[in-house]
Each structure stands twice: as structure tokens, then as C-alpha cells.
């Protein structure tokens, strides 16, 4: 099971990145998959999450509207497009799966049941 985040870069506020997050050994339509991010002195927070087969996503408060999440299972590729980036959204940004026998509800978005984590993947907005 490999899980690779990239596409992180720097960009300036009201940008837009896309992030990808490229998996492999394991069927992706049956795992969901969250994006998290850390910035520097603070916890982990979790940004968005999909299901298995993409059809119902969540994401917290602070990106509604302006992050989208989505798979691609032919590519096997979760994507986070962002847009119009604060200087708040800066943190490296990780992709995880959430393993659905550990029997935690996924939605919550909150990497309890995640069992696999992608290396980070650096976001610094400037204002």
C-alpha cells in the first residue's frame, strides 16, 4: 500500500493548487480517502475527506466553497484543487486512507481510522 502527495507549492493569496495524491496496492474504490494538513505549531487538522467511490465528500469549515475534492479510480488519484488560497491555508498537506474495519465513520474526517499516510506535501501561501 503507497499513498504519494505532491503538488504543493508556493503560491500567492487567491491562488489555486492542486494537490494529487497518487495510491497504489489496494482498491481505491473501496477505501475512503482524506486530506489533512499540519502548519507549523499546530495540531493536525483534517481538510477533506471522499468516499469510496467518490460520490459524498465533507470538509471542514475553513475551505468550503473554495477546495474541491475528488478521485480519479482509472488513475487511482485523489485530487484536492484549492482555490483562492489564504495565507491560513499554509501547512504541509497529507492524503490518507481510512480503513473501513477499523469501524470508524470516515466523515468525520478526523484521521482516527486512517491506516496508511502519504509523505507531505509543502502549501505556503503569501499574503
Known amino acids: 500500500v503507497q499513498l504519494q502527495a505532491s503538488g504543493g507549492g508556493a503560491v500567492q493569496a487567491g491562488g489555486s493548487l492542486r494537490l494529487s495524491c497518487t495510491t497504489s496496492?489496494?482498491?481505491?474504490?473501496?477505501?475512503?480517502i482524506g486530506w489533512f494538513r499540519q502548519a507549523p505549531g499546530k495540531e493536525r487538522e483534517g481538510v477533506s475527506c471522499?468516499?469510496?467511490?467518490?460520490?459524498?465528500?465533507v470538509y471542514v469549515d475553513s475551505v468550503k466553497g473554495r477546495f474541491t475534492i475528488s478521485k480519479d479510480l482509472a488513475k487511482e488519484t485523489v485530487y484536492l484543487e484549492m482555490n483562492n488560497l489564504k495565507s491560513e491555508d499554509t501547512a504541509v498537506y497529507y492524503c490518507a486512507r481510512d480503513n473501513p474495519w477499523y469501524g470508524n465513520d470516515w466523515s468525520r474526517c478526523d484521521g482516527a481510522g486512517m491506516d496508511y499516510w502519504g509523505q507531505g506535501t509543502e502549501v505556503t501561501v503569501s499574503s
Open positions: 471522499i468516499d469510496g467511490n467518490g460520490a459524498t465528500t
Open positions: 496496492g489496494f482498491p481505491l474504490e473501496h477505501y475512503p
